[in-house]
């Protein structure tokens, strides 16, 4: 089987920690025949977010702020059952978690500053309504007789 194509960046230089992964395998649901019955395929992953130490401290609270209706005492979780090979689901595991991870510790976006309407636009605005208004009054049967 070989090792696995980690290491898995989150961001930059940082990535998940090999040492701080906790796998656990199980049997998937699904159809599959005889073959599902006796392969462990289905991969959990777990990485304990709360007492880790590979993310800067600042990435670690945006996470945890984050993604806290994901979190059991800490511990973030990720499933992996669509594929028939547990190697695949660990893989498919580890870049969920990777960019679940990416995803919560991104910046928040910059905030956006209000602006006055210029001229222009809210001209074009009134001579749109004005269309719309008159568009709608041609459609009462007003002076077809």
Request: no cysteine; charged share 30%.
């Amino acid at each position: 089987m070989g090792h696995m194509s980690g290491p898995y960046v989150i961001r930059g230089s940082v990535s998940l920690p090999e040492s701080e992964l906790s796998w656990r395998f199980s049997r998937s649901s699904g159809p599959g025949g005889q073959h599902v019955n006796t392969s462990d395929s289905r991969a959990e992953l777990r990485f304990d977010l709360a007492a880790t130490h590979a993310l800067p401290e600042v990435w670690k609270e945006r996470a945890l702020e984050r993604l806290a209706g994901r979190l059991t005492d800490g511990v973030l979780v990720v499933r992996a059952s669509e594929h028939r090979s547990q190697w695949r689901n660990r893989e498919t595991a580890a870049v969920r978690m990777a960019s679940l991870l990416a995803e919560a510790t991104a910046p928040p976006p910059r905030a956006r500053r209000k602006k006055k309407v210029s001229r222009g636009a809210n001209e074009r605005r009134l001579r749109a309504k004005q269309r719309q208004g008159e568009l709608k009054r041609g459609r009462s049967g007003r002076g077809w007789d």
